[in-house]
C-alpha cells in the first residue's frame, strides 16, 4: 500500500499547484500510514524533479520514453498504470484540471478503481473511504464511499495548502517502452496565450459581467487586474456576446475557480455563475443593485456604478502599492 | 458516419437542491429535469455537423442510462433533432455502471463519433466519457471545444492551460465536450416536437455491473457570512478591509 501522485509539469516546469497536489498526496500518505511516490512523465530537469522533494514525497519516478512528448489519453493511461500497478500504490492522487479530468476516468477501468473526482480535501474516513467531493455544481457536497481495491482522487484545484515537508527523495529513472500504434493523437498546431495570468492558477481574479455595459469599458478592471497581478474572467453573458474570450468565462458551464479573493464587477450572481466561484474565499461584489445575489454570496460588496468605482479602486490600490 | 450523443437527466441548473432520507437522497419535488447543458451543447454540434452533407454523417443518436421517468428529456434531445434514441432500462448507480452500460450500447451498434459532455452538473464527475473510451479501447480527447471535419477526417480543438491544441484522432473516437463546442444550445421548433413523439427510443435491458463508488450522503455548504458594505463615497474602505481584515492583498 502506497500512494502515488501523477505531477503534471508544462514545459518541464511545475507549478504550485504541482506542489499542492504533492502536499495532498503526502498528507494522505500519513494519513494512511504509508509513504508517497510522484510519479513525472516526460522531460523534467534534475533540479526541478528535486523540488517535489520539499513537498513530502520520498521518491520520485522519471518516466520517459518516445511518444510520451504529447498528451495521448490511451499513452499516457498505459503508462500510469503500468507503474501503479509495477509500485504496488494503491491510492492514485491527480489534479482534477484538463489532463486529470482526461486520464483520472482511463486509469479508473484499466486499474478497476474506483474515482472520487474534484476533491476537496484529506478523506472524511479511511475505513470505509470516504471522501467530500462537489455535487449538484456548487450546491452541495457529496460523501462518496470508494469501494474498490485500488482508489482515484482527483483534487480540486486551489483546495490544499502547501505543506513543506524535506524527507531527502530519491529520482528513480525510467525508460517507457511504448508500443507506437498506441499513440492515435496527433498535434496539428498549438495556439498558446502568452504573457496572460491563467485563471486557474491565480490567487486574484478580477471578474465583470453586463454591469459594465459594453466591451470598451473593460480597461479600469484590466488595469486592476494587473496591479494586483490578478487574473481577469468575465460572467457567461459577457463571453456569449463576445465582449471577452469564451476562456475567461467563469460559472457553471465555464471555468470553476477557487482563488483567494475573487472580486465580481457588475455581475448579478446567478445560481449557474456562483456555481463556479462559490469556492473562492472571499469574494468581493460591486453591482448598483443592492438586492442583486452576489451579496448573499459575498463578504464585502459596495452598492454603487462600476464605471464610477473602478477608477476610484485603481487610485487606492496604486496607493497601496506605490 | 454515425453519430452517438451520451445524455444525461439532471435538474434545471437554476435548482436550489434540498435532500430527503437523512441527507442520502435529492428531493425531487418540484424539480424540473432538462438535458445536462455540456450534453446538450455536444448534440447541438452533432446536428450542426450533420445539417452540412459533406461530413457525410448519416445519423446522430441520444444514448441514455436511466428509467422511463426520464423519457421527456429524451424526447427533448429528439424534438432538438437527433434521428433516435436508446435508453438502458435501468437507474444510475455511478460513473463506472452507467459507462459499463453505455459501452455495451456502442458495442452492439457501432458509432464512429460518441460525444459525452465533460461533466454533469449534478454528480460533476467528469468521468463518464473517459472510462467509457478505456472500456472500449477507444481514443479519447478531453475539454473539446471545437470539432468539425476536413476530407472527411475529424479536426478536433482540445483547451490546454493558457491556450488550444488542434489534433486529430482517427475514428471511432470518443470526445469529452466542454464549452466553446457550440455557441448556444439549439432549441426544439414546433416541427421538431411534433416529429419528435413518432421518433423510435428503443429500450435496452441492461447488464450486470458492479458499481465502483456510493454516495454515503450529502451537505449542504455553510451559509456564508453577511456581507460588510463599504460606502461607495469611499471604495478606498474596501481595499483596506481586504488587506488588513481578509488579508489577501
Not at chain 1, 138 to 160: D, E, R, V
Not at chain 1, 177 to 186: H, N, P
Request: charged residues 20%.
Amino acid at each position: 500500500m502506497s500512494v502515488l501522485v501523477y505531477t503534471e509539469n508544462w514545459e518541464g516546469k511545475f507549478k504550485k499547484s504541482t506542489f499542492e497536489l504533492v502536499s495532498y498526496a503526502s498528507r494522505l500518505a500519513e494519513m494512511l500510514n504509508t509513504t508517497a511516490t510522484a510519479l513525472s512523465i516526460g522531460n523534467v530537469e534534475k533540479n526541478e524533479l528535486e523540488k517535489l522533494g520539499s513537498y513530502g514525497v520520498n521518491k520520485i519516478i522519471n518516466a520517459n520514453g518516445d511518444g510520451l512528448n504529447i498528451l495521448d489519453n490511451q499513452a499516457y493511461t498505459y503508462t500510469i498504470s503500468d507503474l501503479v500497478k509495477k509500485s504496488g500504490a494503491t491510492f492514485v492522487v491527480l489534479s482534477n484540471n484538463y489532463t486529470g479530468k482526461a486520464l483520472a476516468p482511463r486509469l479508473s477501468v484499466s486499474l478497476q478503481a474506483g474515482i472520487g473526482s474534484g476533491v476537496s480535501g484529506l478523506p472524511l474516513s479511511v475505513e470505509p473511504f470516504v471522501v467530500k467531493k462537489r455535487a449538484y455544481s456548487g450546491n452541495a457536497w457529496a460523501h462518496l464511499a470508494i469501494k474498490t481495491g485500488i482508489k482515484i482522487i482527483t483534487l480540486a484545484q486551489n483546495s490544499f495548502e502547501l505543506i513543506e515537508k524535506n524527507q531527502g527523495a530519491t529520482i528513480e529513472d525510467i525508460a517507457v517502452q511504448l508500443d507506437g500504434s498506441l499513440v492515435k493523437t496527433q498535434i496539428k498546431e498549438v495556439q498558446k496565450q502568452t504573457g496572460k495570468i491563467l485563471l486557474t492558477d491565480a490567487d486574484i481574479v478580477i471578474s465583470g459581467g453586463r454591469g459594465m455595459k459594453s466591451p470598451d469599458n473593460w480597461g479600469p478592471l484590466v488595469e486592476l487586474a494587473s496591479l494586483l497581478e490578478a487574473a481577469t474572467a468575465c460572467s457567461r453573458p459577457v463571453s456569449d456576446e463576445g465582449w471577452r474570450g469564451h476562456d475567461e468565462h467563469t460559472g457553471q458551464t465555464g471555468k470553476i475557480i477557487a482563488p483567494n479573493l475573487y472580486v465580481a464587477i457588475g455581475i448579478s450572481g446567478a445560481t449557474q455563475h456562483l456555481a463556479g466561484v462559490s469556492s473562492s474565499k472571499y469574494i468581493v461584489a460591486v453591482n448598483t443593485d443592492k438586492d442583486a445575489p452576489i451579496f448573499e454570496a459575498a463578504q464585502y460588496g459596495i452598492v454603487g456604478d462600476a464605471m464610477k468605482l473602478l477608477p476610484k479602486l485603481v487610485e487606492a490600490v496604486k496607493e497601496l502599492k506605490p | 458516419m454515425k453519430f452517438l450523443v451520451c445524455i444525461s437527466n439532471v435538474p434545471d441548473t437554476t435548482t436550489r437542491v434540498k435532500f430527503t432520507d437523512d441527507n442520502k437522497k435529492i428531493d425531487t419535488s418540484g424539480i424540473q429535469w432538462v438535458i445536462n447543458p455540456w450534453d446538450e451543447l455536444s448534440l447541438t454540434r452533432a446536428l450542426e455537423l450533420k445539417d452540412d452533407p459533406s461530413t457525410g454523417i448519416k445519423s446522430v443518436t441520444v444514448a441514455h442510462v436511466g428509467l422511463s421517468g426520464s423519457e421527456p428529456t429524451i424526447r427533448k434531445a429528439l424534438a432538438i433533432g437527433a434521428d433516435d434514441a436508446v435508453r438502458v432500462n435501468t437507474e444510475p448507480e455511478d460513473a463506472f455502471s452507467v459507462a459499463s452500460q453505455l459501452a455495451e450500447v456502442v458495442k452492439q451498434e457501432k458509432y464512429d463519433v460518441i460525444l459525452c459532455g465533460i461533466e454533469s452538473s449534478d454528480h460533476n464527475g467528469s468521468t463518464v466519457g473517459g472510462m467509457l473510451a478505456e472500456l472500449l479501447s477507444y481514443p479519447s480527447v478531453s475539454a473539446v471545444s471545437g470539432l468539425k471535419f476536413e476530407d472527411g477526417n475529424a479536426v478536433i480543438s482540445r483547451e490546454i492551460d493558457g491556450g488550444r491544441e488542434i489534433l486529430t484522432v482517427p475514428t471511432p473516437f470518443i470526445a469529452v465536450v466542454q464549452k466553446g463546442i457550440a455557441k448556444e444550445p439549439r432549441i426544439a421548433a414546433m416541427r421538431g416536437i411534433m416529429m419528435a413523439r413518432t421518433k423510435p427510443i428503443r429500450v435496452f435491458e441492461p447488464i450486470s455491473v458492479t458499481a465502483y463508488t456510493e454516495v454515503t450522503g450529502y451537505e449542504k455548504p455553510k451559509p456564508r457570512a453577511a456581507c460588510k458594505f463599504v460606502d461607495p463615497e469611499n471604495p478606498g474602505q474596501l481595499i483596506e478591509l481586504l488587506q488588513q481584515e481578509a488579508k489577501v492583498l
